[in-house]
């Protein structure tokens, strides 16, 4: 019997912008975040919250991460992630599960106390790792929502799901910073084309297959704008798990690294692919 799929993508049919069938803010319960913030996060998708960790915490969190570059480069191991052509790290995954301090920080209540207020309940981790970008070699992330691929490679069943972005390094406008469409978390862009086997082995380096056209993308930034984050480090951006964003490349001599994390409610557990296909590697969704 066939899944009746609200959110279906990537299935040969035309690109489409359909509307969400989700809350953005769930059943709200107690939490750290006032109801301005939440008006605010429903709104637009986003939530930029300052200064959330000390420079000394960053500073460990940067020392763990060069601890796991190590590592990983001499395990050859699939979680670490190269630019494309080049010998270039991008980005270190699962992190939560191979360094005890970021074990630490994504179970730390200054994140977790706001995903479960949004998400309306006690959550998990998906996701977790770091991005690299360094000064003049950083290259960009192209236009994409998390919920699209989450959905059709992970099977996860509905937009209860957010990323936490924690600044290990300032987020200047020149070098590289996170670009949101607000608004665009509120409706849907099915993707042209089909989900290839084993296609996150190319997509992680660069994405092709469920990237949104220009059309559907000039449209929710006719609606929406579009936002350029710019904070110091130790700040966390928190943004719904639909919501459009990218990055550029970094041209300038300043790195700008991130630890993102997802959290998704437990009562939106993966099911399988909706694609079809078999689920990813557990170092990009938990099951």
């Given at each position: 019997m066939s899944r009746i799929d609200p959110y279906h993508s990537r299935t040969g049919h035309p690109w489409e912008i359909a509307d969400r069938h989700d809350p953005v803010v769930w059943e709200q319960g107690e939490g750290p975040l006032e109801s301005v913030q939440l008006e605010s996060y429903g709104k637009d998708g986003f939530l930029l919250l300052r200064d959330i960790f000390s420079r000394e915490e960053v500073e460990s969190m940067i020392r763990a991460t060069d601890e796991l570059r190590e590592r990983f480069a001499t395990e050859d191991r699939p979680e670490a992630v190269l630019e494309p052509g080049t010998k270039e790290l991008r980005s270190l995954f699962r992190v939560h599960r191979y360094h005890s301090l970021y074990e630490g920080v994504v179970s730390d209540p200054r994140v977790t106390g706001p995903a479960r207020q949004i998400l309306g309940g006690d959550v998990y981790v998906h996701q977790s790792r770091v991005n690299l970008k360094p000064g003049f070699e950083g290259r960009e992330f192209y236009w994409h929502?998390?919920?699209?691929?989450?959905?059709?490679?992970?099977?996860?069943?509905?937009?209860?799901?957010?990323?936490?972005?924690?600044?290990?390094?300032?987020?200047?406008?020149?070098?590289?910073?996170?670009?949101?469409v607000p608004g665009s978390h509120r409706r849907y862009v099915r993707c042209p084309g089909t989900t290839p086997e084993e296609h996150f082995k190319e997509s992680l380096r660069k994405q092709d297959i469920g990237v949104p056209p220009r059309e559907?993308?000039?449209?929710?930034?006719?609606?929406?704008?579009?936002?350029?984050?710019?904070?110091?480090?130790?700040?966390?951006?928190?943004?719904?798990?639909n919501l459009m964003h990218g990055s550029g490349g970094n041209m300038s001599p300043y790195p700008r690294n991130s630890l993102f994390v997802v959290y998704n409610s437990i009562e939106n557990r993966l099911e399988d692919p909706f694609s079809g296909l078999p689920p990813r590697p557990v170092f990009l969704g938990e099951r």
């Open positions: 929502s998390d919920f699209e691929t989450w959905h059709v490679e992970d099977g996860m069943p509905r937009m209860r799901a957010l990323s936490a972005s924690l600044l290990l390094s300032d987020s200047l406008d020149c070098n590289g910073p996170l670009m949101v559907a993308l000039s449209s929710l930034a006719e609606n929406g704008g579009i936002r350029t984050l710019v904070a110091p480090a130790g700040s966390v951006i928190l943004f719904d798990c």
